[in-house]
C-alpha cells in the first residue's frame, strides 16, 4: 500500500485568488490523480499526472484552470485558479495500488477541503 | 462512455446484512472495485472482482456477474462504524483511470 499525504488539510480563499495543492506520496509511482468531490457527490476525475509529460485532463477541465505539476515520481501539485464559489470542493490526489502501474486498487489522499468566498 | 448506477441510500439495523447493487456500462471491461468513504475521510479501497463469481474478505463480500453487468457488495454482521458511504468503480478502457459510481450513503441504525 501507499502512503499520501495532502498539504493544506482545508482553506477558505477569496473569489479571484489560485491555491495550490500538494500532494506527497511514500513511494515511487508512475500515475498519480486527482479528483474533486463536491459534498454529498461522487469522485469525478479532473486529470491524470505522469512524471515527465503533460497531465491529461478530463472532459470539462482545462489546463488554465488546474494547471499541474509532476516533478518527480513521488509528488504531484494542482492548482485552482482564478477561484469561483463553484470550485469549492474537495481535492483529492490518489495513486494506484500495483506498484502504481495500472490495476483497479487505488489509494487516496486524504484531501483538500477548499472553500472560495 | 462508462456509467454506473447504484442506490442512493440504504438503512439497515445492527448486525443484519445489507446488499450494495452496481450496474454498469462499459466500453471495456477490467474489473468492478468498491470503495467506502467516512463523512470527512478519504476512500479506502475494498474488494475487486475481475472475473464472475463471490470473493469474500472477512464481512465483506464482493460478487460480479459479467453477462448481466452487475455486481453487488454485501456486508454481513453490520456494525454502526459501517455507516458510511459505498462506491462501485470500474476502470475506462485500457487506461489507468476509475470512473466512480454516484455512491450508496449506507446508515446502519442501532
Known amino acids: 500500500s501507499a502512503v499520501i499525504s495532502q498539504k493544506p488539510s482545508r482553506d477558505i480563499c477569496q473569489r479571484g485568488t489560485s491555491l495550490t495543492i500538494q500532494c506527497q506520496v511514500d513511494?515511487?509511482?508512475?500515475?498519480m490523480f486527482w479528483y474533486r468531490q463536491q459534498p454529498g457527490q461522487s469522485l469525478t476525475l479532473i486529470a491524470t499526472?505522469?512524471?515527465?509529460?503533460?497531465?491529461?485532463?478530463e472532459s470539462g477541465f482545462v489546463i488554465d484552470k488546474f494547471p499541474i505539476s509532476r516533478p518527480n515520481l513521488t509528488f504531484s501539485t494542482l492548482t485552482v485558479s482564478n477561484m469561483s464559489p463553484e470550485d469549492s470542493s474537495i481535492y483529492l490526489c490518489?495513486?494506484?495500488?500495483?506498484?502504481?502501474?495500472?490495476?483497479?486498487?487505488?489509494?487516496f489522499g486524504p484531501g483538500t477541503r477548499l472553500t472560495v468566498t | 462512455g462508462q456509467s454506473l448506477e447504484q442506490p442512493s441510500e440504504v438503512t439497515a439495523v445492527e448486525g443484519a446484512i445489507v446488499q450494495i447493487n452496481c450496474t454498469y456500462q462499459?466500453?471495456?471491461?477490467?474489473?468492478l472495485s468498491w470503495y467506502q468513504q467516512h463523512d470527512g475521510g478519504a476512500p479506502t479501497f475494498l474488494s475487486y472482482?475481475?472475473?464472475?463469481g463471490l470473493e469474500e474478505t472477512g464481512r465483506f463480500s464482493s460478487f460480479l456477474s459479467r453477462s448481466d453487468s452487475y455486481g453487488y457488495l454485501l456486508l454481513q454482521e453490520l456494525q454502526m462504524k459501517d455507516s458510511a458511504s459505498y462506491f462501485c468503480?470500474?476502470?475506462?478502457?485500457?487506461?489507468?483511470?476509475?470512473?466512480f459510481g454516484s455512491g450508496t450513503r449506507l446508515l446502519v441504525r442501532p
Open positions: 490518489s495513486v494506484d495500488g500495483t506498484s502504481g502501474v495500472g490495476g483497479n486498487e487505488q489509494y
Open positions: 513511494s515511487q509511482v508512475t500515475m
Open positions: 462499459t466500453s471495456g471491461f477490467y474489473g
Open positions: 499526472a505522469n512524471q515527465g509529460s503533460e497531465a491529461t485532463y
Open positions: 472482482n475481475a472475473l464472475d
Open positions: 468503480a470500474v476502470r475506462e478502457g485500457s487506461s489507468y483511470k476509475l470512473i
